[in-house]
Structures are given as structure tokens and as C-alpha cells.
């Protein structure tokens, strides 16, 4: 019986124990919330209060001015650079490489001497053509001095007629024979500087393909040397079917400026223009080739080399633009809000004539310097009471797009109609390097 009681103190005490911790843990809990909310900072807290109650606070928004910019209209692609001329060195004449003139990597000019093969057997048969034609030459000045002693034979009926042609036919073999001779001079010498092998173009050399000292061939499929062209570089490059007659139309005016960008899609690297529009679309893409050539006067661009290009093919003057984060859209299409004069936000349909990630050109909907609301959109309805926070009227840099929201992609259309072309129902640009073809749209 003793032991009984012993085991139920005992249960007793360890209860008493855990109550003891369990308070103790509440206690800390407490504590531990009284401190974070008093870690909220005051704004948080005034927009949960204002959202208990039903949403009479004035919500915090960043502001912008609508303006008006000259909006560029670009076409963007992806392309490839390429050498504006490629030449494969080769010999013309068969012979023993007796010296490269020449460092890998070296730019040279026009008329550069780069390799040398052995000529002495090509110089030999260049002598033996000016030989034969001085031999011919004195045979014929032989021949002509007999014509003119058989001509006044014949005069005087000293000697038959016939021998005096068949002498006159003599002389004009020779003197045929003397042109032929100057022939075969022109042909050895022509061969002769063959042995002398000069760049054809200016370019810059690849990697040699034979060494000094090999006989080389002109049947050698892979020649000395490759030489390419990269100052100026040209860059092929693809655009949808769909702009063939807005780039015409653009080209037909005058020259297009083409912009070669870095991989981030900002960065210039080189500034060109178009040279030629190809004359069919390939039917199995759906694209057209373009050809623009740049100075690349420090080398950005390099043959073979994937680079983002974009073309300048119009501008819109004088038009009124805000930023993309500020667009938004509903069951009735794009619209914004726009404060009013008792610090209360309105909902302003709007009709979206162009738009890329960083402002739309606004149509109608929008006067210049309306203040458009560009975050807060979750608590924002018609009539809501707003606050402009301080120096915040500027708002984020123009043309950068709102950080609340992703950049719109669709475009807003306008009677059903959009400036860009059909089949690129996309705003941002964006690459499709399978097929080489690319939507049109905006400048930021």
C-alpha cells in the first residue's frame, strides 16, 4: 500500500513538473510576439489596420508623370557574323615551298607576299621562249630582205612572179611565228609569277596549312592559307515574312541603320547598316534574309560568332508613353490608374498602340502628365484613397519598368489591330534561333 502511494506522489510531482515548463514556454511565446510586433514597422502595420478595415486607409503609391518621347520602331533578329570576303590561299603551280612570309593571326594587305615557291624551272622556260622568239625574229628579217631583192627581180622580169610570193608567203609565216613565240613569253612569265604567291585581298591569315619545305600542288583542296576580310564584317540575319514590305517600304527610303547587341540584349557592340534584303523567303521557315555590314574597327564581331541585332525601321514622333509596369488589364482590356485631385485613383481605359518591357505608347486614355500609379495594384480600386510617398513623384527611372509585376507581354490591340507584325504576339523581344526568325518590336 505504502508503494502505491509512493507511485502517485510521485506522478503527482512530474505533473506538477510539466505544468510548470508548460507555463513557463506560454510566458516565452508571449514575449517573443510582443517583440516582433513591435518590429513591424509602422507602414506594414497601418496597411494591415487599413485592410481590417475594409480598406478606408490611403494606400502608398509611386506616381509618374505620362510624357511624350520619340518612340523608335525596332526588328529584331538574331544573326551571324561573317566575313565580308573569304579567300583560300592556293598555289597555281606545282613546286618546292621555299618560304612563308607570313605570322598566323597577321593582318596584311592587298598584294602582301606570303609564301614563295622554288622557280628556277618556271624561269628556265621563260628563257627558252625569249630564245625561240629572237630566233624566229632573225629568221624573219632574213626572209624580209629576199622579198625585197626578189620584188625588183621581178620588176625587171629577172625572175618568175611566183618566187617572189612564195617568198612574200614566207614572211608572214614568220612574223606569225614571232607573234606566237611572244605568246609563250607571256605565258611563262605569267607562270613564273605564279611562284610568288600575294594576298589577294586584305585580310587577316588563319592557321597555315603547310609548312615550309613541302611540295605543294594546285590541286591542294585545303591551299596555304585561308585570309578573311573582318574590317568591315557583314552579319546575316533572319526576319518573319510577315515585315518583308514595312522593311522595303523603311529601305526604300534610305538607309536602315542595324544594331548588333551583346548577349544581354543592351549593350551596342556595333553600329552598321543594311546592305541587301535576299530576294526570296525561305519556305521551309517562313523568314527572309537580310545582309548588314558594320566598320568593326575594334574587332567586337568575329566570323561564326551568334550576335543579337535589331533594326531601326521607323519613329513615332511626339507620342505619349508610360511606363509597362503601370499598364494593367482586366475583363474589358488595358487600363491604368490615374490619381485625382482629392489624392483618389480612377480607372482609365486606355488603347495600347505599342508596348515592349519598358513603356507602352499610349493611344488614347491618357493626357500628358496624368499621374499614373505604377505600384500598390492589389489594394487599388476605383475611387480609393491613395498617398503619394515622398520624393516619389519622380518615381523609378524612365523607361524602367515597375518591380510589382513582370512586364506585360501581349499587346494591347486597337480594333483588333497591332503595329506589329502577324505571327509575333510578343512584346519583349525574344529569339528564336531555331528557325532564325524574330518579332519586331520597340525600342526601350
Known amino acids: 500500500m505504502s508503494d502505491h502511494r509512493r507511485l502517485i506522489d510521485i506522478s503527482l510531482g512530474a505533473m506538477a513538473k510539466n505544468r510548470r515548463w508548460i507555463a513557463v514556454g506560454l510566458g516565452a511565446v508571449i514575449v517573443l510576439g510582443a517583440v516582433a510586433l513591435m518590429m513591424v514597422p509602422e507602414q506594414e502595420v497601418e496597411q494591415r489596420r487599413s485592410s481590417r478595415l475594409g480598406g478606408g486607409g490611403a494606400v502608398p503609391v509611386l506616381v509618374i508623370p505620362a510624357r511624350l518621347a520619340d518612340v523608335p520602331i525596332y526588328l529584331d533578329g538574331v544573326g551571324t557574323a561573317k566575313a565580308l570576303n573569304t579567300v583560300t590561299v592556293r598555289p597555281q603551280v606545282e613546286g618546292k615551298l621555299i618560304s612563308m ?4 593571326g597577321q593582318d596584311v594587305q592587298k598584294g602582301y607576299v606570303l609564301a614563295r615557291i622554288d622557280p628556277t624551272t618556271y624561269q628556265a622556260q621563260l628563257d627558252q621562249a625569249i630564245a625561240k622568239k629572237a ?39 614568220l612574223q606569225a611565228q614571232v607573234n606566237a613565240d611572244q605568246a609563250a613569253i607571256d605565258n611563262a612569265r605569267a607562270i613564273l609569277s605564279y611562284t610568288t604567291i600575294t594576298a589577294p585581298i586584305s585580310g587577316r591569315t588563319g592557321l597555315r596549312h603547310v609548312d615550309e619545305g613541302n611540295i605543294v600542288r594546285a590541286s591542294d583542296a585545303n591551299g596555304i592559307v585561308v585570309l578573311t576580310q573582318i574590317k568591315p564584317i557583314s552579319v546575316i540575319f533572319n526576319l518573319p515574312q ?70 531601326l525601321v521607323d519613329t513615332r514622333r511626339q507620342v505619349v508613353v508610360v511606363p509597362t509596369g503601370a499598364v494593367q488589364r482586366g475583363p474589358s482590356g488595358p487600363f491604368v490608374y490615374v490619381v485625382q485631385s482629392g489624392d483618389t485613383v480612377a480607372v482609365r481605359p486606355v488603347t495600347i498602340a505599342q508596348q515592349d518591357d519598358a513603356q507602352a505608347v499610349i493611344a488614347s486614355g491618357v493626357q500628358t ?63 528564336r534561333s531555331s528557325s532564325g526568325a524574330a518579332a519586331a518590336s520597340p525600342a526601350p
Open 242 to 311: 510577315q515585315v518583308v514590305s514595312q522593311v522595303n517600304n523603311a529601305f526604300a527610303q534610305g538607309p536602315l541603320t542595324v544594331e548588333a547587341l551583346a548577349s544581354d540584349d543592351k549593350t551596342i557592340i556595333d553600329h552598321g547598316e543594311l546592305q541587301v534584303v535576299d530576294n526570296q523567303v525561305d519556305t521551309t521557315t517562313g523568314t527572309v534574309k537580310l545582309k548588314a555590314e558594320f566598320p568593326n574597327e575594334n574587332l567586337q564581331l568575329w566570323p561564326g560568332q551568334f550576335v543579337n541585332v535589331r533594326m
Open 135 to 173: 630566233q624566229d625574229e632573225a629568221q624573219l628579217a632574213n626572209a624580209k630582205l629576199d622579198l625585197e631583192r626578189y620584188e625588183r627581180l621581178a620588176a625587171s622580169n629577172s625572175i618568175n612572179k611566183q618566187q617572189v610570193d612564195t617568198q612574200r608567203s614566207m614572211v608572214a609565216q
Open 101 to 104: 612570309n607570313f605570322k598566323e
Open 369 to 431: 502628365g496624368d499621374p499614373i500609379v505604377t505600384t500598390g495594384f492589389a489594394q487599388l480600386a476605383e475611387g480609393r484613397r491613395v498617398r503619394v510617398t515622398p520624393g516619389e513623384n519622380g518615381g523609378p527611372p524612365e523607361g524602367e519598368p515597375a518591380q510589382d509585376r513582370p512586364a506585360a507581354k501581349d499587346g494591347a490591340n486597337q480594333g483588333g489591330k497591332t503595329d506589329r507584325p502577324a505571327g509575333t504576339a510578343r512584346d519583349t523581344r525574344q529569339r
